[in-house]
């Protein structure tokens, strides 16, 4: 078993490096700020293959797999949390697509303008009265002839305030859970924009969808087997959630290390006191150890598996490694630090939120300890 990335991958990372520190890094603090994202970095994303690593060339994309589109996420993340939307997304969409009942439809029609960063797409799943309840979902799909007519409600779901979002939207049917994909701009959408603490520029959404019609063909599975779908989405999602807040914690701690090694206090500099260095180390080793899970999780999928407690185990920790780093790294650069001219505490609220997307901590935990003893001993 090999634990070191292929020649190939490194030269990717640096790659991608390349990009974010030129075209990323340069007004991030303000964009941070923003409830919107400037539509010529999604254009430069896009041009750089950046929106489509995990889709195969001849659709149009890059060919890479998931242990690439990983190391995209937690690079853009350095700089910029919201660029990985554009990242992780079409390829997912891509996923569904290739699964599709009405697949070439469903490539020919909306793959393109995925990949050009004309469309952005995000999952539509939760709801004010099912977050991690994903069984108890209200909003319902209903077949009327060729359509399919949506009512209901979902909450907190990124970019949707944005004209170009489209949803793959996870609906009650008769037959049980179904994936539909869903244009936010279609007649009986409304939007009530959220204001958060952080990831301001994903610019998230209440959504209400009242008789919403929809094509027939943009059923994204056959009708009722929504949940084998869902395991495999919310695996490659919450692995690249870890990496989403390991790629902040890695830059932040760099420039601590920085900092200490200038700054002196009674003729020292800061890194020679053993309580900055090793709590310097103790963070970097946590930051080592989270990624290697996370990049594991991934590579587990790549190979066909579905690894719902590696999963899990990444989001509830990745996160927290994140945001401890981040805070310890505040307290390191003072006064400095909690002042907006770093952009440190941007990226600690950005990180925050990671804690509790797509699923908190709790239930991962409950996951992980369904999985580990059975779900006759751990119910819920």
């Given at each position: 078993?090999?634990?070191?990335?292929?020649?190939?991958?490194?030269?990717?990372?640096?790659?991608?490096?390349?990009?974010?520190?030129?075209?990323?890094?340069?007004?991030?603090?303000?964009?941070?700020?923003?409830?919107?994202?400037?539509?010529?970095?999604?254009?430069?994303?896009?041009?750089?293959?950046?929106?489509?690593?995990?889709?195969?060339?001849?659709?149009?994309?890059?060919?890479?797999?998931?242990?690439?589109?990983?190391?995209?996420?937690?690079?853009?993340?350095?700089?910029?949390?919201?660029?990985?939307?554009?990242?992780?997304?079409?390829?997912?969409?891509?996923?569904?697509?290739?699964?599709?009942?009405?697949?070439?439809?469903?490539?020919?029609?909306?793959?393109?303008?995925?990949?050009?960063?004309?469309?952005?797409?995000?999952?539509?799943?939760?709801?004010?009265?099912?977050?991690?309840?994903?069984?108890?979902?209200?909003?319902?799909?209903?077949?009327?002839?060729?359509?399919?007519?949506?009512?209901?409600?979902?909450?907190?779901?990124?970019?949707?305030?944005?004209?170009?979002?489209?949803?793959?939207?996870?609906?009650?049917?008769?037959?049980?859970?179904?994936?539909?994909?869903?244009p936010f701009d279609s007649p009986g959408v409304t939007k009530?924009?959220?204001?958060?603490?952080?990831?301001?520029?994903?610019?998230?959404?209440?959504?209400?969808?009242?008789?919403?019609?929809?094509?027939?063909?943009?059923?994204?599975?056959?009708?009722?087997?929504?949940?084998?779908?869902?395991?495999?989405?919310?695996?490659?999602?919450?692995?690249?959630?870890?990496?989403?807040?390991?790629?902040?914690?890695?830059?932040?701690?760099?420039?601590?290390?920085?900092?200490?090694?200038?700054?002196?206090?009674?003729?020292?500099?800061?890194?020679?006191?053993?309580?900055?260095?090793?709590?310097?180390?103790?963070?970097?080793?946590?930051?080592?150890?989270?990624?290697?899970?996370?990049?594991?999780?991934?590579?587990?999928?790549?190979?066909?598996?579905?690894?719902?407690?590696?999963?899990?185990?990444?989001?509830?920790?990745?996160?927290?490694?994140?945001?401890?780093?981040?805070?310890?790294?505040?307290?390191?650069?003072?006064?400095?630090?909690?002042?907006?001219?770093?952009?440190?505490?941007?990226?600690?609220?950005?990180?925050?939120?990671?804690?509790?997307?797509?699923?908190?901590?709790?239930?991962?935990?409950?996951?992980?300890?369904?999985?580990?003893?059975?779900?006759?001993?751990?119910?819920?």
């Amino acid at each position: 078993m090999l634990f070191d990335f292929t020649e190939e991958q490194k030269m990717f990372r640096r790659e991608v490096r390349r990009f974010t520190e030129k075209e990323l890094a340069p007004g991030a603090k303000e964009r941070g700020k923003s409830y919107s994202y400037p539509r010529e970095l999604i254009k430069l994303m896009a041009a750089a293959g950046l929106t489509s690593v995990a889709i195969p060339e001849e659709h149009g994309g890059q060919g890479g797999d998931w242990v690439a589109a990983g190391i995209a996420v937690e690079e853009l993340a350095r700089e910029d949390t919201t660029a990985i939307l554009f990242t992780i997304f079409p390829s997912m969409a891509y996923d569904f697509f290739r699964n599709s009942p009405f697949s070439q439809r469903m490539m020919a029609e909306w793959l393109p303008s995925l990949i050009n960063g004309e469309k952005w797409c995000c999952f539509t799943v939760t709801e004010a009265d099912a977050g991690s309840d994903v069984a108890n979902i209200k909003t319902k799909a209903t077949r009327e002839g060729e359509f399919y007519v949506i009512n209901g409600e979902k909450t907190c779901i990124s970019v949707s305030s944005n004209d170009e979002a489209v949803g793959m939207l996870l609906a009650k049917t008769l037959n049980g859970m179904t994936w539909f994909w869903v244009p936010f701009d279609s007649p009986g959408v409304t939007k009530n924009p959220i204001q958060h603490a952080g990831l301001k520029s994903w610019a998230p959404a209440t959504l209400f969808l009242d008789g919403v019609r929809i094509p027939k063909e943009y059923c994204l599975v056959e009708e009722g087997q929504g949940h084998g779908t869902f395991l495999k989405a919310t695996c490659l999602a919450r692995a690249c959630l870890g990496l989403m807040a390991l790629g902040p914690a890695q830059a932040c701690l760099e420039q601590a290390m920085a900092y200490a090694q200038e700054r002196k206090t009674f003729g020292r500099p800061l890194a020679s006191y053993q309580g900055i260095s090793l709590k310097i180390a103790e963070h970097a080793t946590l930051i080592e150890a989270a990624r290697l899970l996370c990049y594991r999780t991934l590579a587990l999928t790549d190979a066909g598996q579905l690894p719902v407690k590696e999963a899990a185990m990444c989001k509830w920790w990745a996160p927290i490694v994140g945001f401890e780093t981040i805070h310890d790294c505040i307290l390191i650069h003072g006064h400095v630090g909690y002042s907006e001219e770093l952009g440190l505490e941007q990226k600690l609220r950005d990180v925050m939120g990671l804690e509790f997307a797509d699923g908190t901590a709790q239930i991962m935990k409950l996951l992980v300890a369904r999985d580990l003893m059975g779900k006759d001993v751990v119910s819920y």
